[in-house]
Each structure stands twice: as C-alpha cells, then as structure tokens.
Nanobody
C-alpha cells in the first residue's frame, strides 16, 4: 500500500504565493508520473500540472507561467509552487502518483487526501 501526504495549503491574498508538497511512502519500487489536480465546489476535478519520471511537465492553460511543478525522487516528493494566485485558484488540491510497487507489478495511481487552497482578500 502507498500513502500520499499533502501539505502547504492555506489562505493567501490575491497575488500571493504558496508551495504545496506531497510525499509518498509505503510499498514503492519506483514512481512514474506525479501530478496535482484541483476541485472547486460544484466543479469536476481538473489537472493542474503533471511531471513524468523523465522530468517532462505539462500545465493547465489557466496556470501556465504562474505555477511550477517539480519532484525530488530521493524523497518521493512532488511540489507545486504557486505564484500570482487568483481567487479562481481556490479549490481543494490533490496530488496523484503512479507507483510501481515492484519490478513485476503494474503501476497504480494513488491519491492524496487533498489540501485546501483559498485565495481571498
């Protein structure tokens, strides 16, 4: 079993910054893609940013130029640096990691419990 623990959410004023972290632990052989998703009230969960094991990144158009995703494979951790935050960035942010638990098992996607980000003055 694999656990993902997120941290770094909170309340921030428009134009401010936050850095989210998500640490994976448990039965991990290797981690493929890692990503951040968000879900605002009444809306579907959407991809915010994603990074592959080779470091290739992709972002939602709404966050390009403001958010940056990175990963530390030695710590099994993915980060999301969020700058120039806007009220419309308010949502619960979830991390997702595609994990191989051994060299022979198929990968499986795990989710964190979510962390609230609120952008308001």
């Amino acid at each position: 079993q694999v656990q993902l623990v997120e941290s770094g959410g909170g309340l921030v004023q428009p134009g401010g910054s936050l850095r989210l972290s998500c640490a994976a632990s448990g039965s991990i052989f290797s981690i493929n893609a890692m990503g951040w998703y968000r879900q605002a009230p009444g809306q579907e969960r959407e991809l915010v940013a994603r990074i592959t094991s080779s470091g290739t990144t992709n972002y939602a158009d709404s966050v390009k130029g403001r958010f940056s995703i990175s990963r530390d494979d030695a710590k099994n951790t993915v980060y999301l640096q969020m700058n120039s935050l806007k009220p419309e960035d308010t949502a619960v942010y979830y991390c997702n990691s595609v994990v191989y638990s051994s060299a022979t098992t198929l990968p499986f996607g795990y989710w964190g419990q979510g962390t609230q980000v609120t952008v308001s003055s």
